[in-house]
């Protein structure tokens, strides 16, 4: 069975630091993977999306970038983390037009 | 561009009861799913059900059903038979079909449905 896991699951880091959130998925091959965001209380936004490897689509401008160095790993980055970049993070990779979530990362930007 | 409105921030039903949850979206495509999805306190997202725009047939899983009613573009969520376990944040999303458009969800700003023993 497919699964998909992120890391790490909670994060607090200072203005100006760097970010590497990951996210792998095990069991599928040429997934389409994909970060949003949920600031508090609101729905998810999508930042990323990817349909194979090196392949990056930006759904908003922003302070993040996303890279896919393998087939089934994805990787949410910043070089200097703004106080709004604080909120949930989700992976999520799809199948027959469904998305299966990963268990998320909270990041606290001090 | 699409658009999905929860118009209603939280309810409260009490167990056992019968909610129904509310959400209109706006698109001008033909070709699209519908979704609810579910985040308990743990903050996972679960897919609760599906709609495929293109059956006229309302979804049911279970407890859940939907009233899709494509012309109206309203995709209201009925939960039978609450239980405290509905107790989540409940989000309706649009995915546009096509151009490998899979996974692309559009996200209401959902609704805090509080089930009370």
């Known amino acids: 069975s497919q699964t998909i896991h ?16 990951e996210c792998t998925v095990e069991g599928t091959s040429n997934p389409n993977l994909y970060w949003y965001r949920q600031a508090a209380g609101r729905g998810l936004q999508l930042l ?11 759904e908003v401008p922003q302070n993040l970038s996303a890279s896919r160095p ?9 070089k200097k983390l703004l106080l709004s970049d604080s909120g949930f993070y989700l992976c999520a990779w799809s199948v027959m037009g469904e998305l299966f979530f990963g268990e998320g990362s909270r990041l606290t930007v001090l | 561009a699409q658009t999905v409105t929860q118009s209603q921030p939280e309810m409260s039903v009490q167990e056992a009861e019968t909610v129904t949850l509310s959400c209109t979206y706006d698109t001008s495509e033909n070709n699209y799913y519908l979704f609810w999805y579910k985040q308990p306190p743990s903050r996972q997202m679960i897919l609760v059900i599906r709609q495929e725009a293109y059956k006229q047939q309302n979804a049911t899983e279970n407890r859940f059903s939907v009233n899709f009613q494509k012309a109206a573009k309203s995709f209201s969520l009925k ?5 405290l376990g509905d107790t ?4 309706c999303a649009f995915m546009k079909l096509g151009n490998n458009q ?16």
Do not use: H, N
């Open chain 1, 6 to 21: 992120q890391w790490p699951a909670t994060l607090v880091q200072p203005v100006g630091s760097p970010l590497s959130l």
């Open chain 1, 48 to 58: 990323f999306y990817s349909v194979g490897i090196g392949q990056i689509s930006s």
């Open chain 1, 70 to 78: 393998q087939d089934r790993q994805f990787i949410l980055s910043s």
């Open chain 2, 79 to 83: 939960i039978s038979d609450s239980q």
């Open chain 2, 88 to 91: 989540a944040m409940y989000f």
């Open chain 2, 102 to 117: 899979g996974g692309k969800l559009i996200f209401g700003q959902g609704t805090e449905l509080s089930v009370k023993p």
